[in-house]
């Protein structure tokens, strides 16, 4: 493609608004062609959660990039066309906002404050004991960009910090593992940001959760399907967990029905862990239309084979 060349961009999502979007990225790409419908050739799509039939209409587009990062529904959708490479996005207001949601939730069961809630409710006055950061080890699974992000904030506040990933890693401060069973026997707070993968469905299982520490905590913000919710709730209702801070759900919204939501061990938020952040994300975007404009490989694709 000419490195002048103007594109015709796609922006296809129930979930981000288009009319928001649309202005913010004109901005960052003046000479593009920013389209809704797929009734003209398209060159990149941005998606997130696009209507049905979207993807099967998107062959030989040269990069469908991801609103969001975690990718895995794009990757089981029936319709996705081969060969085309997808990108995840990844945004710098997004990743300090997942980070935020990692201290906040760790923070919240290290200072007691799930406790102190219950206690207001009933107007009972108990100090609980103080620990130190430092008694504490938070285990995040997952050593990817989210992952190491919140790993960086939590040493600053002077936790120890270990980290699981698939293949080795090191990164001062952290003891990292490839060895789950390791990694959990030292944890006290466990939090996931794993992408949702063949190989770590149902990771925070009975076995998995029963090698924490005594009164441990679980923190998910990954996706609804890494956690065994029966499992949980076994480990919970028996003292073993302490709470668990749960962001993501196989069915969301979680139904008003679910028991889930009066559980007393379990604090729940709205799959709202980190948001796509418009303000920080289209410089992302743009610098990815840009390369694939100059022929360039765009940045972070996604890797079919390991499926993130
Ligand atoms: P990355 O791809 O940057 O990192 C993934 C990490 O997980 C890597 O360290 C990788 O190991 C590790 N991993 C993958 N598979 C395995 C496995 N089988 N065993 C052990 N480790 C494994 O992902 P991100 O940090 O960007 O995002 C993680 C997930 O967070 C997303 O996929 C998404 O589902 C979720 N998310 C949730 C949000 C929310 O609001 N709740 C918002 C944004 C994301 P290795 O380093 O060896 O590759």
Request: net charge positive; with cysteine.
């Amino acid at each position: 493609m000419l490195a002048s060349a103007a594109v015709n961009i796609l922006f296809a999502s129930e979930t981000e608004k288009a009319e928001f979007w649309i202005p913010l990225l004109e901005k960052a790409l003046p000479q593009d062609r920013f389209v809704t419908t797929t009734d003209q050739p398209i060159d990149i799509a941005l998606i997130a959660t696009p209507p049905a039939g979207t993807l099967g209409k998107l062959k030989g587009v040269k990069l469908i990039q991801s609103l969001w990062m975690g990718v895995e529904k794009l990757l089981a959708d029936p319709g996705l066309p081969k060969g085309v490479p997808i990108a995840r996005l990844l945004d710098p207001g997004m990743i300090a906002a997942m980070s935020e949601s990692v201290l906040s939730h760790v923070l919240d069961w290290h200072r007691h404050h799930y406790r102190y809630r219950a206690q207001q409710a009933e107007r009972q006055w108990r100090r609980r004991k103080q620990y130190l950061a430092s008694d504490r080890t938070v285990g995040i699974l997952g050593m990817g960009v989210l992952g190491t992000d919140a790993a960086k904030k939590l040493l600053a506040l002077g936790f120890n910090v270990a980290g699981f990933s698939r293949r080795p890693k090191s990164m001062p401060g952290v003891q990292c593992f490839t060895d789950l069973a390791a990694m959990l026997r030292i944890t006290d707070a466990l939090v996931c940001l794993l992408p949702l993968t063949n190989e770590t469905r149902g990771i925070l299982n009975g076995r998995n959760l029963g090698l924490l520490k005594k009164h441990a905590c679980v923190v998910n913000l990954a996706r609804g399907g890494h956690l065994v919710v029966s499992d949980l709730i076994r480990e919970l209702d028996s003292g073993h967990l302490a709470h668990a801070y749960l962001d993501v759900f196989d069915q969301e919204p979680l139904a008003p029905s679910e028991a889930l939501w009066t559980h007393p061990g379990i604090t729940i938020t709205p799959h709202s862990a980190a948001l796509t952040e418009p303000r920080t994300a289209i410089a992302k975007i743009a610098e990815n239309v840009e390369r694939v404009r100059r022929g360039e490989t765009p940045h972070h694709l996604v890797d079919f084979a390991s499926g993130y």
